[in-house]
């Protein structure tokens, strides 16, 4: 479901991957570790299609919503659309059915929040928005970078209630993160250090 088989990276003289191997299976939830700077976004580019391998391979790469989601640290919420439009946004694209926007609201704390705009929440509000739209359209494969990283400990410890249920349920799920919370709900922990993943 997730894969990169001997893949490198170089960013001008800097070799930040050399050589990265690593697979998650469905209903599998894998984190990956490693120091600031190590190359855990960018392997996570990588890995949605975001960027290209100099050489190795990578699954998915670049893929519908549905197929593979993504949270990026950036978030990428749409500015114009309220919360609930940006969490319904991956079923709209698909053209299924808006369901379960609210519900997932609710479970991660911001259910008063959804006809506001990204603009008028906090970072951590929009963090969670953005947790509720990568996961509403089960996608096969999600890659979440720092999900909890500006969430205090309830409302971590929601997000990482849902991002267990969501691996259950099927989804492959690797996770970068900082965050002992986050590490205690895998099934693996992965560090990626030396450009090399190991563990
Ligand atoms: N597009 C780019 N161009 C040049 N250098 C880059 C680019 N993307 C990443 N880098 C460099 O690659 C290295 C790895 O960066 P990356 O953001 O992947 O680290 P990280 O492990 O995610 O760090 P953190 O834990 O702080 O988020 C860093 O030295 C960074 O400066």
Redesign the pocket.
């Known amino acids: 479901m997730i894969r990169a088989t001997g893949v490198h990276r170089r960013?001008?003289d800097?070799a930040?991957l050399r050589g990265v191997d690593l697979a998650v299976s469905a209903g599998e939830l894998v984190t990956l570790s490693?120091?600031?700077?190590?190359?855990?976004?960018?392997?996570?580019?990588l890995l949605c299609g975001f960027?290209f391998p100099d050489s190795g391979s990578v699954t998915p790469g670049l893929s519908s919503w549905s197929a593979c989601a993504v949270l990026p640290?950036s978030l990428g919420l749409a500015t114009e659309l309220t919360l609930e439009e940006n969490v319904a946004l991956p079923l709209r694209l698909a053209g299924r059915a808006v369901e379960g926007v609210s519900g997932l609201l609710d479970e991660l704390g911001i259910s008063g929040l959804g006809a506001r705009y990204p603009g008028q929440v906090s970072f951590g509000q929009q963090q969670r928005a953005a947790l509720a739209r990568a996961v509403i359209g089960k996608p096969a494969v999600l890659l979440a970078?720092?999900p909890t990283a500006h969430l205090d400990s309830a409302s971590a410890e929601a997000a990482v209630g849902l991002l267990r249920r969501v691996a259950d349920e099927g989804t492959a799920v690797l996770i970068?993160t900082?965050h002992d919370a986050v590490h205690a709900v895998a099934d693996r922990v992965l560090v990626?250090a030396d450009g090399q993943v190991s563990g």
């Open positions: 960013f001008g800097v930040v490693g120091p600031s700077g190590s190359g855990k976004t960018a392997l996570l580019s960027d640290q970078d720092e970068a900082h990626l």
